[in-house]
Every structure is written in C-alpha cells, then in structure tokens.
C-alpha cells in the first residue's frame, strides 16, 4: 500500500503537472519532465528572489528582475530535460540514492549543457556578426554568463534537481510496486 504523501503526489502529477504530458508513463522522458519541472521552479523561485531584493532595496528594477531569468527558461528547460531522460537511461535504478546523486548532477550537468546551447548561439552571432565580433569574444562571453548563472543559482539549482530526482524515484518506485 502506498503511503498516502505518495499517493497524493502521484496523483497530483498525473491530473495537474507532467505526469499528463505526452509519453510521461515513459520513466525515461517521465525523468526528463520532472528535471524540466525543476528547472522551471528554480528559474521562478530566482525570478522571486531577484524581484524581492529590488523592491527590498529600492531599486525600481523589479520587473527587469523578474523578467531577466526568464530569459534562461529557452535553455534551461529543454536542457534539463534531456539530462533527466539520458540519466535514467544511464542509470534506470529506482533507490532514492540514485535519485538525488542523478538530480543533483542533472543540475550541474544543466549548467554545461547550458553553455553548449549559449556558446553556440553567441558563436554562431559572432560569424555572422556585421559588427566583426571574434569568435574568441563569443566564448568569453558564453563563459562569463554561465558561470554568472552557476555562481548566483547553484544555492539553489542543485537541492532543488537532488529533491525532485528523490521524489520522482519514489513516485515511480511506489508506482512500480503498486502495480
């Protein structure tokens, strides 16, 4: 019998959350949608923090705050994904070890996944730059923001992928029991 925290947490990710996206039975894509799921809430929560600490301090660039992650959410949630399903089908056991060692590298992992998809998007502006940006410049730029990302969100970023790689594993382990 489930414990009925589980219970309830299963149900509420198949009838409101990505338990009801297309393929989510799938354990593998079912991972990368509670990685994406953990990108999106960690990318709000900073959104929230950064927003408070502007009105906090007075600044008057609040919006700008908020609206400055969701920048990231192109890159950061088709990253996590990906990572969430290639980790578990890297290593598909379903102990809460596994679960929160695979979230927390997931969400490292995100990090450079991350600057892939930035490098080569500043990359492919610098070759066809009018300005005559270097290629050089494109990486140190690329560099310098993830490394920004990692140093402002990591106090985040990797409790928040070691929890839901832990909840997911025992959802999916209940789940598998269960049936």
Do not use: H, Q
């Not at 920004?148 to 598998?176: D, H, Q, R």
Request: proline share 5%; aromatic share 10%; with cysteine.
């Amino acid at each position: 019998m489930l414990p009925s925290s589980w219970l309830t947490l299963r149900k509420a990710c198949k009838r409101y959350g990505p338990g009801r996206l297309p393929r989510a039975d799938r354990p593998d894509i079912g991972a990368g949608y509670a990685a994406a799921s953990a990108a999106v809430f960690v990318t709000a929560l900073f959104a929230i923090v950064l927003s408070v600490d502007a009105v906090r301090t007075a600044s008057g660039d609040w919006i700008v705050s908020f609206l400055f992650p969701a920048l990231a959410l192109p890159i950061v949630v088709p990253s996590a994904f990906f990572l969430g399903v290639v980790g578990w089908r890297l290593a598909p056991s379903s102990s809460s070890i596994t679960g929160i060692i695979l979230g927390g590298i997931g969400a490292i992992a995100t990090y450079l996944v991350s600057l892939v998809l930035v490098g080569g998007v500043l990359t492919a502006g610098a070759v066809f730059s009018l300005r005559g940006a270097t290629l050089m410049e494109a990486a140190e730029v690329s560099v310098g923001i993830v490394t920004l990302a990692f140093i402002f969100t990591w106090w985040i970023s990797i409790p928040v992928g070691c929890l839901s790689g832990l909840v997911y594993m025992n959802v999916t382990e209940k789940a598998a029991n269960a049936t």
